[in-house]
């Protein structure tokens, strides 16, 4: 089985960063597989962030963060980070580390759809003040 655990939310000031990290484990290879950040308030349904492809060529991001997120990923360690700078309070969601499984219904690696993503972490929370 499939784990994604989340770490590195916390409370941050409006302009500041934080780093979020997700490890993998319960599967041979994952650098077969593309992963994604979500977030999601009380308010709103689960949204797209950040998508990064199986190699890590090719990344992906929701036109609120562009220019602000960066996802990377590191294969040897199963891990992938989502940077974030110049943090703004309408950033304040519980983030979400998910990943595509072996038989995905996703039409790219851009697709933003929740459903297309097989497997998902318990959520961090991030918190920006202002």
């Known amino acids: 089985q499939v784990q994604l655990v989340e770490s590195g939310g916390g409370l941050v000031q409006a302009g500041g960063s934080l780093r979020l990290s997700c490890a993998a484990s319960?599967?041979?290879?994952?650098?077969?597989?593309?992963m994604g950040w979500f977030r999601q308030t009380p308010e709103k349904e689960r949204e797209f962030v950040a998508a990064?492809?199986?190699?890590?060529?090719?990344?992906y991001y929701a036109k609120s963060v562009k220019g602000r997120f960066t996802i990377s990923r590191d294969n040897a360690k199963n891990t992938v980070n989502l940077q974030m700078n110049s943090l703004k309070p309408e950033d304040t969601a519980v983030y979400y580390c998910?990943?595509?499984?072996?038989?995905?219904?996703?039409?790219?690696?851009?697709?933003?759809?929740?459903?297309?993503?097989?497997?998902w972490g318990q959520g961090t929370q991030v918190t920006v003040s202002s």
């Open positions: 319960g599967r041979t290879s994952s650098s077969s597989y593309d």
């Open positions: 990064i492809s199986s190699g890590g060529a090719n990344t």
């Open positions: 998910a990943s595509r499984g072996l038989f995905t219904t996703a039409l790219a690696v851009s697709d933003m759809r929740t459903s297309t993503y097989d497997y």
